[in-house]
Each structure stands twice: as structure tokens, then as C-alpha cells.
């Protein structure tokens, strides 16, 4: 993917997710294992999981193919950042 579509593809998606899962993503973003996120919030290994599998969804529906979470998804908002309107809600660094 070339810069542009890149931020972009990251910009729809951040669109498309619900608040928990914009949660999920920005502590993946800062390195946090599943088990942490679920800890930090006070949710279950299984719930943080399924919302993986969600944001996962919804940027396979947008691409058109699916995507991995650590593989596509991470690397993908690692070289975008986070839509400005949101760095101050879900800071990205850790």
C-alpha cells in the first residue's frame, strides 16, 4: 500500500470501530498483551479477543481481503499514527 492509501485505509477504519475497540487498538499499539488489555479492561481474555477478531473483520469488509491483527493492522497505524482528532483520547505511546 502506498503512504497515501495507507492513511487512508487507517483513517476509515479508525472510523468504523467502536470505542472499545479503539481502546484495544491504541494498547495493542503501545505493546500491551491480550491478557493486559483485558486487565486494564476489566474485561476478559476472550472479549478483548473477539474484538481483535472484530477489528480484523471490519478491515477485511474495507480491503477486501482479510487481514491479521499484528501482521497488517499494527504496522499499518504504527506508520499513519492515529487520526489527530483522537491522539489526545488514546495517547499511542506507552
Avoid at 72 to 80: A, G, N, R
Wanted: charged share 20%; with cysteine; proline share 5%.
Amino acid at each position: 500500500m502506498l503512504v497515501n492509501q495507507s492513511y487512508q485505509f487507517s483513517q476509515k477504519l479508525w472510523a468504523m470501530l467502536t470505542p472499545t475497540e479503539r481502546k484495544i487498538l491504541v494498547c495493542a499499539l503501545k505493546a500491551y498483551r491480550d491478557q493486559e488489555i483485558a486487565d486494564l479492561l476489566c474485561c476478559s481474555l476472550h472479549t478483548v479477543r473477539s474484538h481483535i477478531r472484530n477489528i480484523c473483520g471490519k478491515a477485511g469488509e474495507l480491503y477486501g481481503h482479510p487481514r491479521e491483527f499484528r501482521r497488517h493492522i499494527l504496522p499499518l497505524f504504527w506508520q499513519t499514527g492515529l487520526p489527530e482528532s483522537d491522539t489526545l483520547l488514546y495517547p499511542a505511546s506507552r
